[in-house]
């Protein structure tokens, strides 16, 4: 009779833990789904919509001589395919190059909207840095960030060529 009682116990114990494996497994392969889902891919970013300006072939001229607006144009690259090295980086290195970027700006466009404008850069590259650097941000935040980056560099380009324009039209005396 103790012999009955002692495998009932016995097996009782084997069963309840098999449970406990089985319930870990499940854990295991959730958290992995969960940080595969967290990766923004270059084709998440693809998809984002906003308007694209080009600097118009005048403008390209003007700032030739401007590398630190080049390097960002090449970064700005990488994130489209995904590489945010520079991005989510160390933030004094950040700050070192939106510096740089704002004093080496070329004379021609010293103006208050395009440093308005570059000041909306500023912004947008140290909220992008924050949003990558914290674990605790949405993916659908991030990819706003990484928007409003795309948006705030494409609007510089809008002014810069706008200005050139203005500068053409004003050149040009009736007859």
């Given at each position: 009779?103790?012999?009955?009682?002692?495998?009932?116990?016995?097996?009782?114990?084997?069963?309840?833990?098999?449970?406990?494996?089985?319930?870990?497994?499940?854990?295991?392969?959730?958290?992995?789904?969960?940080?595969?889902?967290?990766?923004?891919?270059?084709?998440?970013?693809?998809?984002?919509?906003?308007?694209?300006?080009?600097?118009?072939?005048?403008?390209?001229?003007?700032?030739?001589?401007w590398?630190?607006?080049?390097?960002?144009?090449?970064?700005?690259?990488f994130?489209?395919?995904?590489?945010?090295?520079?991005?989510?980086?160390?933030?004094?290195?950040?700050?070192?190059?939106?510096?740089?970027?704002?004093?080496?700006?070329?004379?021609?466009?010293?103006?208050?909207?395009?440093?308005?404008?570059?000041?909306?850069?500023?912004?947008?590259?140290?909220?992008?840095?924050e949003?990558?650097?914290?674990?605790?941000?949405k993916?659908?935040?991030?990819?706003?960030?990484?928007?409003?980056?795309?948006?705030?560099?494409?609007?510089?380009?809008?002014?810069?060529?706008?200005?050139?324009?203005?500068?053409?039209?004003?050149?040009?005396?009736?007859?």
């Amino acid at each position: 009779m103790k012999l009955r009682y002692i495998l009932l116990f016995l097996s009782f114990i084997g069963l309840s833990s098999c449970n406990e494996d089985a319930k870990n497994e499940t854990v295991v392969q959730e958290v992995a789904v969960e940080t595969t889902s967290k990766k923004i891919t270059a084709k998440m970013i693809e998809s984002l919509e906003y308007r694209d300006f080009a600097l118009s072939p005048e403008a390209d001229r003007a700032i030739a001589s401007w590398g630190e607006y080049h390097e960002l144009g090449r970064q700005l690259d990488f994130l489209k395919r995904g590489d945010f090295s520079f991005f989510n980086g160390d933030k004094a290195v950040l700050k070192k190059f939106i510096l740089e970027f704002k004093n080496k700006l070329p004379e021609a466009f010293e103006t208050n909207p395009i440093e308005s404008r570059i000041a909306v850069i500023e912004t947008e590259l140290l909220q992008l840095n924050e949003n990558l650097t914290l674990d605790n941000i949405k993916n659908t935040t991030r990819l706003e960030s990484i928007k409003g980056l795309f948006i705030a560099f494409s609007n510089l380009n809008d002014m810069m060529n706008k200005k050139l324009e203005r500068e053409t039209y004003n050149k040009i005396l009736p007859e």
